[in-house]
């Protein structure tokens, strides 16, 4: 089957279906995922609706030596190529 540019290869599931409906809840490994405490919901900090969206979602395209400039700094590089936008756009008002 030919792709397109857009089309994605197609994941090949190596999972045991059968296997894994037989087992029964006490055979289901959940150490990585312990229950809660009620210190633990304490703790958890509840995070509300935001209220009033200050960015808006689009899709650019950037060069690919500006994309990889900006991903090298970091978490929070689309916030700083944001930054730098809203510069260029108040020395040029």
Known sequence: MKQNATSKPEATDQTDWERV???RDAEIDLSDNPEWSA???????RRG???KP??????IRLSPEVLA??????KG???????????????HR
Do not use: I
Request: aromatic share 12%; no cysteine.
């Open 77 to 91: 590089w689309q916030t700083r190529v944001d930054q730098v936008l809203k510069e260029y756009v108040a020395a």
């Open 54 to 59: 200050t960015k808006q979602p689009v899709s």
């Open 21 to 23: 409906d037989a087992l």
């Open 39 to 45: 210190a633990d919901f304490e703790a958890a900090k």
């Open 69 to 74: 400039y900006f991903k090298a700094t970091g």
């Open 49 to 51: 609706p935001q209220r």
